[in-house]
């Protein structure tokens, strides 16, 4: 009988990322008739690199950790991703990642390609010294793999500044000394007394903001007393609750790592991000909040849904619970294919990753050009090209849409794959 039982499960393995992403890819292919050249290229990653490296512990023991960096395509630029630290990472879901921010850059404009890594890993079971010394071997293992010109990480799931710090002085340890100034930008997202970009913390998350504000412009929707729900109370999620409040938007509910809050009159912003600050990132234990059990999340009453967390999150178990309008998708690949059909059939809106979370990387390349410039910008103005950049992309994407007859994810995929196919076919392919 458990023999059974155990063959049944593994003929019905759950979709992965790289599934997801994969018939996104061959439905926009079809859609802009892709030249099937080209399809095959993309289908592709250019490099995939597994490292396993040793670190000592604080206690003296070693211990092997497995790192990842995925390089997509490079047609448009320098290979760009963020790192994440995570123990669900393989290899598959960082090909998905990779892919996904290919989509991104091309899509928002910028002159990268798209990348993803990290390391298989629950940071919070390592001490500080212990996650510093981590991610200088991890740095020091990828060696010329990465580059300010070549290949530019950034955070993401469970990295921050401090950790892109550590790569960037791991890294140009390894260059002469005049030439190390120079390499500063091979990551971006880093602490600004070192190179970082005023507001980088925040840039994701006001992207977020920006395109649920353009949306609900372009439909004459007035956000003030708009209910939402966050998934992910990290910086995605933490900043675009914020930047929502501000405009008279009410917070109702948040799912983090360790549980589900709600109150329908609404949780201030700033003091849940003040609470999770003195118990350990956790959500959980609120004042003024109701536990809720966590496959009740999405069926929450609101009316913006904000999946800022990992992959795969809104399924077709859940989706047909879900009461929002709006889906501002702040994490990468939330929504499987088989969740969006039922949504739309719902009548509900998404706005898809690759143009709702790009608000980070757009920010990730203004830091990129202020240190290959030496140049230093003020944070009103770092946020307004991030605005104007985001209003600009979400403009050209609702146009599509519009004019196709399209829906918006089928409508950023359609011009981001279009430019890079124009690059491909004014190259052409070597040799």
Request: proline content about 4%.
């Amino acid at each position: 009988m458990t023999l059974t039982k155990e063959v049944k499960k593994k003929k019905q393995p759950k979709q992965g990322m790289l599934e997801n992403v994969m018939k996104q890819f061959d439905a926009a292919a079809e859609m802009v008739q892709l030249n099937p050249n080209i399809k095959k290229i993309l289908a592709v990653t250019n490099n995939e690199l597994i490292i396993h490296f040793p670190v000592r512990m604080d206690n003296g023991e070693v211990e092997i950790f497995k790192g990842y960096r995925v390089q997509h395509n490079n047609a448009l630029g320098p290979y760009k991703g963020g790192l994440r630290y995570h123990p669900t990472i393989d290899i598959d879901s960082v090909k998905a990642l990779a892919m996904w921010m290919t989509w991104k850059t091309s899509l928002a404009g910028l002159p990268y390609g798209g990348a993803k890594g990290g390391i298989q890993m629950d940071p919070t079971k390592y001490s500080i010294t212990e996650l510093e010394r981590i991610t200088r071997r991890f740095t020091y293992a990828l060696g010329e793999n990465i580059g300010p010109e070549h290949d530019i990480p950034a955070p993401d799931v469970n990295t921050n500044a401090q950790t892109m710090a550590w790569i960037a002085d791991t890294y140009m340890s390894t260059k002469a000394p005049s030439e190390r100034s120079k390499n500063q930008h091979v990551v971006t997202g880093k602490p600004t007394g070192s190179g970082g970009l005023e507001g980088r913390d925040r840039a994701t998350g006001f992207g977020v903001f920006l395109t649920i504000k353009y949306w609900a412009e372009s439909k004459d929707i007035d956000l003030n007393g708009k209910r939402f729900i966050v998934q992910g109370f990290g910086n995605v999620g933490y900043w675009a609750a914020h930047f929502l409040e501000t405009v008279g938007a009410k917070m109702v509910a948040v799912q983090d790592a360790f549980g589900t809050i709600s109150n329908s009159e609404g949780l201030s912003v700033a003091d849940l991000f003040e609470y999770t600050k003195d118990n350990k990132g956790s959500i959980v234990g609120f004042a003024g909040s109701t536990e809720v059990a966590k496959e009740d999340f999405f069926g929450l009453d609101c009316d913006i849904c904000i999946p800022a967390a990992l992959g795969n999150q809104i399924t077709a178990e859940n989706a047909t619970q879900i009461k929002a309008f709006l889906i501002a998708e702040g994490a990468n690949g939330p929504t499987t294919v088989e969740a969006e059909k039922i949504l739309m059939d719902k009548g509900i809106t998404i706005i898809p990753d690759i143009l709702c979370n790009s608000g980070g990387v757009i920010g990730s390349y203004f830091e990129w050009l202020q240190n290959r410039n030496g140049e230093l910008w003020e944070l009103d103005e770092i946020l307004a090209k991030i605005d104007k950049k985001i209003k600009e992309v979400f403009r050209k994407v609702s146009q599509t849409s519009e004019e196709k007859g399209i829906d918006m994810r089928s409508a950023a995929y359609f011009i981001a794959i279009q430019r890079i196919e124009k690059a491909y076919i004014q190259r052409g392919i070597f040799p």
